[in-house]
């Protein structure tokens, strides 16, 4: 079957995993996602430190200032004597980057240095810049950021070892069996059922996107069992499981009942009586309530709302609500069963193209669209939308019931959507 | 180390100006790059995109591609998309990596004119300038390829060169006696722009506008001044004389420059200018003087009494000097979108002067 050249195509048509042919790319103006200096400052009182030219620099120094974070981020401007001069590279780095911290009015515990691609390409000697910084900056910890966009398309992105960097300064501590944590995510866990179990437990929860100082940030290190529910955070999770000789569980977001209960079955934990049965009805009631309120409307989904877009649409299409469009450019490994599933039983439903170079010129419909995510929204033109990204720390039933109201009410309540989507990092303070 | 920034962000880029300043040209304008330069542009330096839409891509550019200098995707990449979306011209903007491994714009622009019939042409980036450079890149490049002389003039016509969101916030440029032929490149068009030949005068109300200007000087004969028009007529700060103060207006030199003239016809008070992006030559007086990064800014203001600039050159001022906010877009982005005034009407946002 071959891959569309258009911006859209049915999903019974479409070719797993990658629907579309690559091109020229278009950027939507829609930025409720996190970037990696979003990430970076999750860990309390770390300093950023990028080094860059001024276009890449731009980004991200915007970023922390709109957030209202610029005393926790510095720079450092390449040029280009530091591409023509042989060593000039790692002189730059190292001085800017001791520059820098000299600068400050308080040398900070941790700062995350991020190179970029042209150190790469440089051959830049990596190593030799933190062994110098190190030296210079015993107390500090560094953490080896990059920002290196080009090597994304392959492998892993820059926020994948970013986490994979972060969660690396996490120190082995004494395991208590009574401590469990939360990592990986960026939103920290909110109508969750894990959380939920966690807390009839009685045990202490930890959280990488919740920690107040750099103390409790680094005492994640004596969790025992971690929870991962973010497919980005999966590889720093992995990581930290392995070096500390602790569990984890990896249980995205998901929208399909039997998935929800075996991930919960097998984490071992205490389950109340009832608890998957009373689960389901709470859903499937609050799905009634939905199918009334919205009736057939179309609803439109991205793939920024929820870590499994495609588990969410065969959720909402099986239920009878009328699902037209999934904003994706690709399908992630994990969701292939869904997608034979929606191919097979909702041939029709449509799978658009997020960066095609046609969506400058998206044709949007006089119809009225219920969209989940972002993306979804401002292609659908709609103020009806559900404002999440990454799935909002939602997850099992009690998640799945919050999202169905957050449904809800984005069709009762229309937003402001050119005030929110141009706006970075959901969830972060934002200035403008 | 003049390198480093501590308080202050870096200005807009010169991939990000190029592609502001060929937004509304009726182009395609594709930055060779991973996503970085786009995600940059899109988000932080251009306010346009709610309003009007403009064909602005990225090549998504790989490491391998970038390793072997792999073109070909490129080259196919930019025909499909133009087959696609008809633009009236193709623009190829560069940015590190392709700088690096010296990719040659030059000859991919001519492979893809006899590929796609269409006007193609490169401008001169990298990503290690600042967005006036890009601009004054952009505007020159696309000068030389798409003008032609012209049949007529237009009698008093006048084209206003240099004008983009990342400066200005209105055009609403009151000339009496002038028709205005085209504006590069703010609430115009492709049919406009390629007009500007046959005007009689061109005004550079930047320093991104000066280098076109000249071409068309050279080229069409059309004589230019550079500084914002006040009183409906044109007007070369220039001619105004300033003496050295400890007033500061800090910012790009056209536009301060205009501003310290309007202040000093007005009031008999001098400013002086410290321009702080990267295109003075021959823009600035004997008064005036260049600062290039923080350090030196910081530095350049520590005597001043009295400050124009943007608001977040106020973390570096000294706190018993006077302040007068005056946001640009390409320094505070849009922390201060808000508040940017018409810089226009002076009387505005210098009130008290």
Known sequence: MPTSSDERVRIGDAEFPKPFVNGLEFNAPVHGTWNIVHIGFRIPEAHQIYICADNCLRGVVMTAAEMGELGRFSSVVLEEDDMTHSGRIEETTIEGVTDCIRKLPKIPPVVIVFPVCVHRFMGCDIGYIYKELEKRFPDVIFIRGFMDPVMQKRGTTPDQRLRKAMSDIIPKLPAKEDTVAFAGSDMPASENDFKKILELNGLTIKDTADCRTLEEYLSIGESSLFICQYPAGLMAVRAITQRLDRKYIYCPLSFDFDTVEEEIRQ????????????????CMAELKKLKDLIGDMPVAVDYTAVPKPLSLARFLADNGINVKTVYLDSVDGSEKADFEYLQNNFPELILHSTMHVSDRRPVRSEEKVLSIGQKAAWFEGTGNFVNIIEGGGLYGFSGICEFIRLMEDAFNNSKDMRDIVPRKGLGCRSCI | MKKTYRILPVYTGDVSGAASALYEFGGMTVIHDPSGCNSTYNTHDETRWFDKESLIYISGLNDIDAITGNDDKFISDICAAAKRMKPRFIALA??????????DFKGICRVLEEKTGLPCFYVNTNAMHDYSKGQSEAFLSFAKKMLQSPEKKIPNGVNIIGMTPLDFTSTKIELSGYETVSNWGLNTSYDEAVRAAEAELNIAVSSSGIASCKYMEEEYGIPYIKGLPWNGRPFDYMDVERKPSANYI????????SIAAYIKIKTGIDYNVIATTEITDGLLLDCDRKCHGEEELEEALKDADNIIADPMVKLISPPNANFIELPHFALSG???LKKIPDLLKPGLYCPGI
């Not at chain 1, 984490?267 to 608890?275: A, E, I, Q, T, Y």
């Not at chain 2, 800090?250 to 420059?257: A, Q």
């Open chain 2, 94 to 103: 560069n940015s590190p990596l392709p700088y690096l491994n010296g990719t």
């Open chain 1, 267 to 282: 984490s071992g934990l205490s389950v109340p009586d009832r608890f998957f049965e009373d689960g389901k009805d709470a």
């Open chain 2, 334 to 336: 849009r922390l201060y």
């Open chain 2, 250 to 257: 800090v910012g790009e030199p056209v536009i301060s420059g």
